[in-house]
């Protein structure tokens, strides 16, 4: 069984461009949730989605991020006119219920 | 010993010896805490996990303290191992959510 899948691994983008960030979740998992890390800092969470839903984004920028979790597909973590201040790394996690989180790898966003 | 850098506080242990990595949590309705592990370039990997009726919790190698009056969760790895060195986060989450809520965490840096 594959863990959580996230790509790319690596994304340099220059301000005002839009970054798509993608998330596999774990076999049997539909719930999965974003956050951002910050060098130093722990996690701070972003949204919670189900399967075409989003369950709770209290943690997202109100302007320029949106996510989705469409019934096929990944879950997309979008973020429109991106500015420096955006460069962090992005973690999705899924679970197959509330609690147990698995994180995958991440993306390290770069914005120039 | 123990030391607080510039970022964060940062843990040196000689390998064979055990190590004890301590956290606050922040609030007293949190019912379940997990630490987690990250290696560089890496997502949070699960280490263990205590529900607020307990207050100790043993894995291999690794057992976790919960103490609810002074809001304090521990983590200690016995026989540390040049494998261990990574960041280690604490995270709660609150009753009945979902979202984890991540401490600031600590560097474990094993000697050989």
């Known amino acids: 069984n594959a863990g959580v899948m996230q790509n790319p691994r690596h994304l340099v983008r220059r301000r005002g461009q839009e970054a798509r960030l993608r998330c596999s979740p774990m076999?049997?998992?539909?719930?999965v949730y974003w956050y951002r890390q910050l060098p130093e800092e722990g996690l701070k969470f972003m949204v919670y989605?189900?399967?075409?839903?989003?369950?709770?984004e209290s943690g997202m920028p109100k302007e320029r991020f949106s996510a989705e979790f469409p019934k096929e597909g990944p879950s997309i973590l979008r973020i429109q006119q991106v500015v420096r201040g955006d460069s962090a790394a992005y973690f999705c996690a899924s679970s197959p219920r509330q609690e147990e989180q698995f994180f995958g790898p991440g993306t390290r966003l770069t914005v120039l | 010993g123990e030391s607080v850098g510039l970022h964060l506080p940062t843990l040196s242990v000689q390998e064979g010896d055990n190590s004890i990595i301590n956290c606050a949590y922040s609030?007293?309705?949190?019912?379940?805490f997990i630490w987690y592990k990250q290696e560089s370039g890496k997502g949070p990997q699960f280490i263990i996990d205590?529900?607020?009726?307990?207050d100790k919790r043993q894995g291999q190698r690794v057992t976790v303290l919960l103490n609810k009056t002074v809001k304090h969760l521990s983590l200690q790895i016995a026989a540390t191992q040049p494998g261990d060195s990574a960041v280690y986060f604490c995270a709660e989450i609150l009753d009945s959510s979902y979202k984890l809520i991540f401490g600031s965490g600590t560097r474990l840096l094993v000697r050989p």
């Open positions: 989605l189900q399967k075409e839903n989003i369950i709770d």
């Open positions: 205590i529900r607020s009726n307990m």
């Open positions: 609030n007293s309705a949190s019912d379940y």
């Open positions: 076999k049997g998992h539909s719930h």
